[in-house]
Nanobody, 122 residues
Framework: QVQLVESGGGLVQAGGSLRLSCAAS????????MGWYRQAPGKQRELVAR???????NYADSVKGRFTVARDNAKNTVDLQMNSLKPEDTAVYYC????????????????WGQGTQVAVSS
């Protein structure tokens, strides 16, 4: 089994910073990409940032220049540093990984964390 465990959410004032962390564990052979999505009340889940195993990153336009995604391939972790937070960043943030489980060579499966709440007050 594979698990993604997030930490680091919370309440912060506008202009503040938060750092989210996610650790993948279990029967993992390799991880292709890791990243973060978010879902605000009444809205669809959307990509925030992702990073591939060779370091390629992409960000939602709304967070470019404010958020930074980083990954430790040796530890199977991905972090999201969020600066200059805005009230519209308020959402549940989900860690996401595309990976190959042990014993499933060639398969790429998607896994989600349980989500962590980020609330930004104005």
């Amino acid at each position: 089994q594979v698990q993604l465990v997030e930490s680091g959410g919370g309440l912060v004032q506008a202009g503040g910073s938060l750092r989210l962390s996610c650790a993948a564990s279990g029967s993992i052979f390799s991880i292709n990409a890791m990243g973060w999505y978010r879902q605000a009340p009444g809205k669809q889940r959307e990509l925030v940032a992702r990073i591939t195993n060779n370091g390629y990153t992409n960000y939602a336009d709304s967070v470019k220049g404010r958020f930074t995604v980083a990954r430790d391939n040796a530890k199977n972790t991905v972090d999201l540093q969020m600066n200059s937070l805005k009230p519209e960043d308020t959402a549940v943030y989900y860690c996401h990984a595309v990976l190959t489980p042990i014993g499933m060579a060639g398969a790429l499966l998607a896994y989600w964390g349980q989500g962590t709440q980020v609330a930004v007050s104005s």
